[in-house]
């Protein structure tokens, strides 16, 4: 009798112990937006994905703003909309599109990119690209590969591979004595190297540079677009 009186005192105390539990805390972090939309709104709101509560305002640019918006998040996971009212993020009509952000940083490049040729349909495949100091230094190239095919850059006589998703950074390009480097780039199909573009990339200085390669849904050819940054502290 004795043990199940234990028993049950641990099951009434049980429910209240439960509802005790602390929620989870909101922590900052400060994003950049720029989208790849011809036509995408200037701003748009994040929220958790569970439509409880609202992380903040974006404010999307076509080019890399050096203010950020700070948000407040609960979870890794984030849900875009138009709308201010988190509830918003529970309706697929609304939806914009959705990200997991890294752990381990506070400061994010949010990419958003077409995921259809609809006219009209701005839903995005979103990407969060680590921007701070240690991972995207000053006077480096981050260069991300968001097509499907493996590209590679030729800087000088150096050559840099990246594969479908990869994200990585050259922190010490190679220049020649105008302080420029001849540029090739390439991308694979069928086993073979393919040409996408030829160029020069001039010394960043104390910037950096974001290059993305991209799939262009309506050729279906594979794109490389250089975005000049600041250094955000």
Same mark, same amino acid.
């Given at each position: 009798? !004795?043990?199940?009186?234990?028993?049950?005192?641990?099951?009434?105390?049980?429910?209240?112990?439960?509802?005790?539990?602390?929620?989870?805390?909101?922590?900052?972090?400060?994003?950049?937006?720029? *989208?790849?939309?011809?036509?995408?709104?200037?701003?748009?709101?994040?929220?958790?994905?569970?439509?409880?509560?609202?992380?903040?305002?974006?404010?999307? %640019? *076509?080019?890399?703003?050096?203010?950020?918006?700070?948000?407040?998040? %609960?979870?890794?996971?984030? $849900?875009?909309?138009?709308?201010?009212?988190?509830?918003?993020?529970?309706?697929?009509?609304?939806?914009?599109?959705? $990200?997991?952000?890294?752990?381990?940083?506070?400061?994010?490049?949010? +990419? &958003?990119?077409? @995921?259809? +040729?609809?006219?009209?349909?701005?839903? *995005?495949? $979103? =990407?969060?690209? @680590?921007?701070? +100091?240690?991972?995207?230094?000053?006077?480096? &190239?981050?260069?991300?590969?968001?097509?499907?095919?493996?590209?590679?850059?030729?800087?000088?006589?150096?050559?840099?591979?990246?594969?479908?998703?990869?994200? !990585?950074?050259?922190?010490?390009?190679?220049?020649?004595?105008?302080?420029?480097?001849?540029?090739?780039?390439?991308?694979?199909? @069928?086993?073979?190297? %393919?040409?996408?573009?030829?160029?020069?990339?001039?010394?960043?200085?104390?910037?950096? $540079?974001?290059?993305?390669?991209?799939?262009?849904?309506?050729? !279906?050819?594979?794109?490389?677009?250089? =975005?000049?940054?600041?250094?955000?502290?």
């Amino acid at each position: 009798m !004795k043990t199940l009186s234990l028993l049950a005192i641990a099951l009434v105390s049980l429910p209240g112990l439960l509802s005790a539990a602390p929620a989870a805390a909101e922590q900052p972090v400060n994003v950049r937006a720029i *989208s790849f939309h011809q036509d995408f709104p200037a701003e748009i709101h994040a929220h958790d994905p569970t439509g409880s509560s609202t992380a903040g305002l974006i404010e999307v %640019k *076509s080019f890399l703003n050096h203010e950020p918006n700070t948000l407040k998040i %609960k979870g890794n996971r984030l $849900v875009f909309t138009r709308k201010s009212n988190p509830v918003s993020a529970t309706d697929v009509s609304e939806l914009l599109g959705d $990200v997991e952000l890294p752990a381990g940083s506070k400061s994010f490049i949010l +990419v &958003f990119l077409p @995921d259809s +040729v609809e006219p009209g349909n701005q839903h *995005s495949r $979103v =990407i969060a690209i @680590d921007d701070s +100091v240690k991972e995207f230094p000053a006077g480096s &190239f981050k260069v991300a590969n968001f097509s499907a095919s493996p590209v590679k850059i030729l800087l000088e006589k150096d050559t840099f591979e990246y594969a479908p998703g990869d994200v !990585k950074v050259i922190d010490k390009p190679p220049f020649g004595e105008n302080q420029a480097a001849s540029m090739e780039a390439y991308f694979k199909k @069928d086993d073979e190297w %393919k040409m996408i573009s030829t160029g020069s990339w001039p010394n960043p200085g104390t910037r950096r $540079v974001l290059q993305v390669f991209t799939e262009n849904l309506a050729t !279906k050819e594979i794109e490389l677009k250089g =975005i000049r940054d600041v250094v955000v502290p």
